[in-house]
């Protein structure tokens, strides 16, 4: 089972996934588009860590988007 929420950031659009791999444990993945020409979704790799809910999985997600929109956006 996979839940994701759609987050938008100045303009960046934020595509935060969490998906079950394990009993019990969930990876983030996370996908940034940005909203305005050129716009190319980029897949951005999260660690896999130890998450053990949706809701953090997703958190990491979103934070290393943060990170990666302030360091190359």
Known sequence: M?????????????KCTAKQVDAGRFAPSLVISK???PSR???IDVPRGEHLS???????AYSQGLVWI????
């Open 70 to 73: 302030r360091d190359y956006g």
């Open 2 to 14: 996979e839940t994701t929420r759609v987050f938008q950031w100045q303009n960046y659009e934020l």
């Open 54 to 60: 949706e809701d953090t999985a997703i958190d990491a």
């Open 41 to 43: 979704p980029r897949q």
């Open 35 to 37: 909203q305005v020409w």
